[in-house]
């Protein structure tokens, strides 16, 4: 009660007063305190706000006061449908001055999202279009009619207007946000090409006031739902409870800020045309009366879409609708919706604790969303462009770096400024676990343009044939060949900074690995036209002392082999030029692998092979010639446990014998090996050595030799 008196009092001060004054006036200055710090810190009632927007509405305080109270208009929970009219009476009647008049529309455009009945504003909304002319407040009515404007709103009259008007002054973005969404309804009445950039639109300067209306949102919420874990356990609970049914709109903003579903409420209040009307349809199915996919392909062109689309990342009946009809309508309503979100969700507000879990569902259920249309949206990408600059590698990273991995195809140039470089900045400074984050990312991005992406542009160009995908993006055609082998060059080098940074760290030797199996892949799982080698770093992985290294290196060989013999037998592919690849270059590269893996593992001569193009060419005289034997396959330190565990198996206790004795029966130490789940070395023993593969017996054969050894006396 004693924090209610003051803020009580201030308000019954500016209520009664006729006329104050201003200069030397403490009781002014006091009061205009209180109210300020008391709306910023808890925000004000909806009786309060209706008190105080009729007087500073009415401007009998002069416009500097008026526009002090109206910046102080910050509601606790709901904005009142009472003072909404009021704002429209007050700035359509012309009763305050101009200055007034724009900040009142200021208010309505802060506060939007947390005003009690949208459909007030709907209705009242294209009352402002008389004052389309006033300059000062052209920029405020045309933002605001673009969040209001329904399909009956779009008049032809008002087309011409809004088209004289620019020609008048000029092309101006507020002109031509407006007419982006006349654009969208009815092509046929705007004939002039709209930017497709949202951000164009719309510039504000009051992104300090939507953060402190946001702030106090916040916090009321974090006070009302203290006593649950977070406020995502609010949403489940009242979901449950049914659907957050009854809450006000406010409220379900603060929780999550993705709108619910719910019609349009079109219901014309005016006497159309015969010709309007069958444009308009008659008879429109209300979204909220599809109760499943079944009754939405009954009549799917008869649908009212929801009056924000946005409403889709929640309603898979809508996320179906959307996919069935990509119609440009409802992609670029969800595209405006979500840039403006995304951008005032990341961007332009400071993360507080209470925030952080409402962004993280918005980004679950918008990566829900990208996998369901197994696409990426370009407003998303261009968010993603400007967050990563900026990002400190913390806040969201999981949401974030699943996010790049549905990146769209760009040419390399913008995927190196706006991904690679601020992630490499990431990559080099931050722990082992981050690092094999972002290379599990670059991998899955690299996924996605071989296997949806190429496809796509492939589709689409040269011929700019329409493409099947839900949002268009037209960037131009370039050599996407290019971009995917740079890419891979690109994370090939930074893998191999990774691991010397981290002294081959086992976790980020898997991560690298599992990068090279599938670009080994990538000609034969998704038919591109070359096979590209990774690096020297991928020998690191034979020299740890961990079996995973040697025989995933094994198993990505034999895929490079399977790929080159493939690419070989395609006789297209040998038509394609894709610059900074050259084939020959590949199949050399190649075979030295071949050649040290079985010099090192089998024939044992690591060392003294005599190939000076080897991995392992060191000087004469810099290695014993028995350091041969030490990376052979039975003594090597990643599998000397499993040859003891083989010798305890077949030898009696007592006659065990050195590992060494294994080189006589290293094809059953391989079945071994198999049964132990590491089946990659035999696989790339019988593909590589002939005489190997020519001379294996039957296993009748194989284990007579094993039983052989077993009654040797060992060596």
């Not at 005003?115 to 002319?133: A, N, R, S, W």
Request: with cysteine; aromatic share 10%.
């Amino acid at each position: 009660m004693g924090q209610e008196e003051p803020v009580t009092d201030a308000i019954d001060y500016f209520v009664r007063e006729e006329k104050i004054k201003k200069r030397g006036n403490v009781q002014l200055s006091l009061a205009l305190k209180t109210l300020e710090d008391v709306s910023k810190s808890k925000g004000l009632s909806a009786d309060d706000i209706i008190a105080l927007t009729d007087v500073a509405a009415s401007g009998r305080h002069g416009d500097e006061l008026s526009c002090k109270l109206i910046k102080c208009l910050i509601p606790a929970s709901v904005f009142p449908d009472r003072a909404v009219v009021m704002v429209f009476s007050y700035t359509c009647a012309s009763i305050a001055s101009t200055k007034v008049q724009a900040m009142l529309l200021r208010l309505l455009i802060a506060v939007y999202d947390y005003v009690e009945k949208k459909e007030t504003m709907q209705k009242l909304g294209y009352l402002l279009f008389c004052l389309i002319e006033n300059s000062i407040l052209t920029p405020y009515i045309c933002h605001l009619l673009y969040n209001l404007t329904r399909k009956e709103d779009v008049r032809l009259f008002r087309v011409r207007k809004l088209l004289e008007l620019q020609t008048r002054i000029g092309i101006q973005p507020y002109l031509s946000g407006l007419l982006s969404v006349y654009k969208l309804y009815f092509p046929n009445l705007v004939s002039i090409e709209i930017p497709s950039t949202r951000k164009q639109f719309f510039p504000s300067s009051d992104k300090y006031w939507y953060a402190v209306i946001r702030n106090v949102q916040e916090r009321n919420q974090a006070a009302e739902t203290s006593h649950m874990r977070s406020s995502l356990e609010l949403s489940e609970k009242l979901r449950a409870a049914g659907g957050l049914q009854g809450i006000p709109p406010s409220k379900r903003r603060k929780i999550d800020p993705i709108p619910y579903v719910h019609s349009s409420n079109s219901t014309l209040t005016v006497k159309l045309s015969s010709r309007l009307k069958a444009m308009l349809e008659e008879k429109p199915i209300p979204f909220v009366q599809i109760p499943d996919i079944d009754t939405l392909l009954k009549n799917p062109e008869k649908v009212e879409l929801p009056s924000q689309m946005g409403a889709a990342l929640r309603s898979p009946v809508l996320q179906y609708l959307m996919s069935y009809s990509a119609d440009p309508v409802m992609t670029r309503r969800f595209s405006f919706w979500l840039q403006d979100t995304l951008s005032n969700e990341l961007l332009d507000c400071s993360h507080s604790a209470a925030s952080f879990p409402r962004i993280e569902s918005f980004l679950e259920k918008l990566i829900q969303f990208t996998e369901f249309i197994q696409e990426g949206i370009p407003v998303v990408d261009k968010v993603l462009f400007r967050y990563l600059q900026i990002w400190n590698g913390l806040d969201f990273r999981q949401q974030v770096l699943r996010l790049v991995t549905r990146c769209r195809l760009y040419p390399f140039s913008v995927l190196l400024e706006n991904i690679l470089e601020p992630l490499r900045k990431l990559f080099v400074r931050t722990s082992v676990f981050i690092k094999c984050q972002i290379i599990m990312c670059l991998t899955q991005l690299l996924r996605n343009y071989a296997a949806v992406e190429i496809p796509r542009y492939n589709l689409k160009y040269p011929d700019s044939k329409p493409c099947v995908s839900v949002f268009e993006d037209d960037i131009g055609m370039f050599d996407a060949l290019s971009t995917v082998i740079k890419l891979i060059q690109y994370v090939d080098r930074l893998v191999s900074v990774g691991l010397s940074l981290d002294n081959n760290h086992s976790l980020l030797l898997h991560f690298t690995l599992t990068f090279n199996e599938m670009v080994s892949v990538m000609h034969t799982q998704y038919g591109l036209p070359f096979v590209y080698l990774p690096s020297r770093h991928v020998i690191r992985a034979l020299l740890t002392d961990n079996a995973m290294g040697p025989a995933r290196v094994c198993g990505v060989i034999n895929s490079y082999k399977k790929n080159c013999q493939k690419l070989k037998e395609d006789s297209v592919s040998s038509e394609i030029d894709i610059p900074a690849y050259c084939k020959k270059e590949t199949i050399h590269s190649l075979n030295v692998l071949i050649l040290d893996l079985c010099d090192t593992l089998w024939r044992r001569r690591a060392f003294t092979h005599g190939r000076i193009d080897s991995h392992f060419n060191f000087e004469d005289g810099l290695l014993d010639i028995e350091a041969n034997d030490c990376l052979s396959l039975y003594l090597h330190q990643a599998f000397l446990p499993f040859s003891l565990l083989f010798l305890k198996e077949t030898q009696p206790k007592e006659r065990i014998g050195h590992p060494k004795g294994i080189k006589e029966v290293r094809d059953t130490f391989m079945e071994f090996l198999e049964r132990e789940n590491i089946s990659e070395v035999k696989e790339f023993i019988l593909n590589t050595i002939t005489r190997y593969r020519n001379s294996t017996g039957t296993h009748q054969q194989t284990a007579e030799i094993s039983t052989r050894y077993r009654n040797s006396t060992g060596t």
